[in-house]
């Protein structure tokens, strides 16, 4: 009788132990670093707890959900989009957001991943349609830097507030043309390319032309300044000449030394090109005289 009593005690504990552990368990929560766990009490929303560690609920009576505390990326369908100068371009977009408000974001959204994509998709492509429709094709291409997402992402503004989420950037991985008009987009812009291209060789050929006839103004200036001195120059030493000429004849000691300097220079101009070096002159020659009598003196 005494085994029987201690065999039910034992089982008693063990019972016990058992629902001990069935309560603690359904009583610790678990909230790690990524995640909200949200307590509902009979289907209502009582907290929300954002700290990770271990905290405590009421077994049976309190659930607990969970929700992504960290940034979330969406891959945006692709779609197409029409510029301000009615040219269609096809857009790959993706997008980061995060749960700012886990209340709100469960009373709009009843906490779904999927229905917040859905609104996020809407939000974003019809503030894309909307920015790009306001932009050219080269304005699209060009604000690929950063300006373009920036613009989309302003468009959204703070509409996102009212689900309690947060969107934290808009990037473009893919913006290009339909591929039925690639072709013939790419040999316009080579078209204008070369358009430009030869509207800079004009403005070169333009401007060179300009300079190389600047340059041959100058030169002429410069040669014609030049010549004008020579000229000046020759007419002085021609007149220094004279006057040298001048003083000595009117010298009779110089004018006889430059007489002599005279036909020296005579003989040796009729000498020029001969092999004989022999200068044969006739008594009556006015060279042989001028030597004769400078001989003679």
Do not use: C
């Not at 408000?101 to 009843?110: A, G, H, K, S, V």
């Not at 992402?153 to 934290?168: A, F, H, T």
């Not at 358009?195 to 060789?201: D, L, Q, R």
């Not at 005579?266 to 044969?280: C, F, H, P, Y």
């Amino acid at each position: 009788m005494e085994k029987t009593k201690k065999r039910i005690g034992l089982w008693v504990a063990l019972a016990a132990l058992a629902v001990a552990l069935f309560v603690l368990s359904g009583s610790v929560i678990v909230t790690r670093q990524n995640e909200y766990a949200v307590i509902r009490q009979f289907g209502r929303v009582v907290d929300i707890r954002d700290t990770a560690g271990v905290s405590l609920k009421l077994p049976l009576i309190q659930t607990v959900d969970k929700m992504p505390n960290t940034v979330l990326l969406y891959d945006l369908p692709v779609s197409d989009v029409i510029t301000q100068d009615k040219k269609t371009m096809v857009a790959d977009s993706f997008l980061l957001w995060k749960i700012s408000d886990p209340q709100r974001f469960i009373q709009t959204l009843n906490g779904s991943v999927a229905n917040a994509e859905s609104r996020l998709s809407n939000l974003v492509y019809n503030s894309m349609k909307n920015t790009i429709s306001r932009m050219t094709q080269t304005e699209v291409i060009t604000g690929r830097d950063g300006a373009l997402a920036q613009a989309i992402r302003d468009g959204v503004g703070d509409s996102l507030d009212q689900y309690g989420i947060q969107l934290i950037a808009v990037e473009t991985k893919h913006l290009d043309l339909p591929d039925d008009n690639k072709e013939a987009v790419y040999q316009r812009m080579i078209s204008e390319r070369n358009n430009i291209a030869a509207s800079y060789t004009a403005e070169g050929e333009s401007d060179a032309q300009m300079i190389r006839s600047q340059t041959d103004k100058e030169v002429q200036i410069m040669l014609s300044a030049a010549k004008a001195d020579a000229e000046k120059l020759e007419a002085e030493g021609e007149a220094e000449y004279m006057r040298l000429l001048s003083e000595a004849y009117s010298d009779p000691a110089k004018a006889e030394f430059y007489s002599f300097v005279r036909s020296l220079d005579a003989a040796r101009e009729s000498l020029n090109g001969r092999t004989d070096n022999v200068l044969i002159l006739d008594r009556t020659s006015p060279l042989a005289d001028i030597f004769y009598n400078n001989t003679a003196g």
